[in-house]
């Protein structure tokens, strides 16, 4: 960065402390409570963990009831359609509260808020929001909620472009054993589905001594559990200036004392290298887990969604990783009724998943985005279709991973606690190196610690245990 771009980054930060002192000033003393309903991936929930720390240095408490909340904030998604419909939803169904409390402030933001005309139909349809922005602006936040507080109209600033990054946001992250940190921001690779690119914008990376830095105060507050996230984490570097790319990031995470776990996600397939693949068989402390998106075993239909691999390509791929890191569980997300697949691209799909043998999937059926490619091609697949589709690969992943659950019976894992399990109180839960859910019986609170568990009982989705 210049030293003139870097001027004007902190002044911008500058500028924010001001509106948040001067919100802190006025909310003082009044106990207001701040609720934030977040939708979509991991980069989502860790806006979501900045916009909490704002609120929170701006003196706001979180609530987990919406009704209780002075100020409630939708940070939504627009991957599929059927995120975007249960926003519309979801802020129609918040007008009785402003009614009962005209005091309320109801806030829209992120990744919907990118896409054309959707500021203008929310501020259409529902008038009573008093604020809107997108996600390149996520740091303005502190200036547009005092704008919104004053204002009768409701306030939008949405950016086409995205700035530069800005650093040094407070971030209030959920207590516990495990932190996010964003290594780079957006992603150039336009798969013809995707909407991603047009409203996170382009790749940019965050300086390593950023990350670094940022890394090493959160080993020192007691994190173990890192993730660097990133839509595209492989491609982290490319735009820097300096000779320093994924692989160098992975192997000096790996040196910060008090980190015992560095998880990262998501990679693409075109972009991981044999030295990422070294990087990872090396580096002690990066689990046994890659989470690595097919989304289509047919050639023919991931040349139509310009991913730029072959099923060939990623076969060969997961040999090389196997052949290095030996029980690494491999994850990936699918999408079935892409426009023209026919049965026989289906049948590729199947196929590749029995050949890899997943641990688990996500799997989508294909939704139209207004403004991808996709959306503009022929033959477009029938509903009915995509779901007999879904549900076929559905069962035959599940198959898969009970069976891949069951030759743990009996064997000793290591198990990073992060708590009670929510659903059974006698139980702790945490995951194992390779991101499976363990539950277990312990004598004492073992709560943040990394212990050894006996599986005992194998699901399809989650283990069992005793801790030994
Ligand atoms: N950057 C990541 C994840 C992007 S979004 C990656 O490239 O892997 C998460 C997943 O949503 C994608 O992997 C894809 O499987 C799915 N997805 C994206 N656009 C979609 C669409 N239009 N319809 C259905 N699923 C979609
Ligand atoms: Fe979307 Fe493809 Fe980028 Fe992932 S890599 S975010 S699927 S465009
Ligand atoms: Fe959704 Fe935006 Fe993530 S569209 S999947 S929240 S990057």
């Known amino acids: ?107 829209i933001c992120g990744c919907m808020m990118q896409q054309d ?46 700035g530069r990054i800005v650093e ?24 013809t589905y995707c909407i991603v690119p047009y409203v996170r914008g382009r790749e940019r990376s965050r300086k390593p001594s950023d990350i670094l830095d940022e890394i090493r105060r959160l080993a020192d507050e007691g994190y173990k559990e890192l993730t660097l996230l990133g839509q595209n984490v492989n491609s982290y570097g490319k735009d820097l200036d300096i000779d320093y790319y994924f692989p160098n990031l992975l192997r000096d995470v790996n040196k910060i004392d008090g980190i015992e776990r560095i998880r990262f996600m998501t990679s693409h397939p075109k972009d991981l290298t044999k030295d990422l693949i070294m990087a990872m068989a090396e580096s002690e402390k990066v689990c046994e887990h890659l989470h690595l998106p097919i989304q289509s075993g047919s050639n023919r239909i991931l040349k139509l969604m310009n991913r730029r691999y072959t099923r060939e390509d990623y076969l060969e791929l997961v040999n090389d990783i196997r052949r290095e890191i030996p029980h690494i569980a491999i994850t990936t997300d699918i999408i079935v009724g892409f426009p023209g697949e026919t049965e026989e691209d289906f049948a590729d799909t199947l196929d590749i998943v029995k050949k890899v043998r997943y641990d688990s999937a996500f799997t989508f059926m294909y939704s139209i985005r207004t403004g991808t490619p996709a959306a503009k091609m022929d033959e477009q697949i029938d509903q009915k279709i995509k779901k007999e589709r879904l549900q ?21 894992v290591d198990v990073l606690v992060e708590g009670l399990s929510k659903n059974r109180d006698d139980m702790y839960t945490g995951r194992n190196r390779q991101n499976k859910l363990v539950n277990f019986m312990a004598e004492h609170d073992v709560t943040g610690k990394i212990v050894e568990v006996k599986i005992t009982q194998s699901k399809t989705w989650t283990l069992e245990g005793i801790m030994v």
């Open 1 to 107: 960065m210049s030293r003139k771009m870097l001027d004007i980054a902190i002044e911008e930060i500058k500028e924010q402390d001001k509106y948040i002192n001067e919100i802190n000033k006025l909310i003082k003393d009044k106990n207001l409570k701040y609720h934030i309903v977040t939708y979509g991936c991991q980069m989502n929930v860790h806006d979501s963990e900045k916009l909490a720390g704002m609120l929170e240095t701006m003196g706001y408490t979180e609530t987990t009831e919406q009704s209780d909340a002075d100020l409630i904030l939708f940070n939504t998604c627009c991957v599929r359609e059927n995120a975007e419909l249960r926003v519309y939803g979801n802020v129609g169904a918040l007008y009785p509260y402003k009614q009962r409390n005209p005091n309320l402030i109801i806030g």
């Open 117 to 162: 005309e959707v500021a203008t139909v929310i501020t259409k349809k529902f008038p009573f929001v008093d604020l809107i922005f997108g996600t390149h602006n996520l740091h303005h936040f502190p200036k547009l909620l005092l704008q919104a507080m004053d204002a009768q109209q409701t306030v939008v600033e949405i950016l086409d472009e995205q």
């Open 168 to 191: 040094d946001v407070p971030i209030k992250r959920d207590l516990g054993v495990s932190a996010w940190t964003t290594i780079m921001y957006g992603c150039n690779n336009y798969c």
């Open 392 to 412: 076929m690969l559905m069962e035959l992943q599940g198959q898969i991973s009970k069976e891949i659950n069951e030759k743990f019976m009996g064997s000793t």
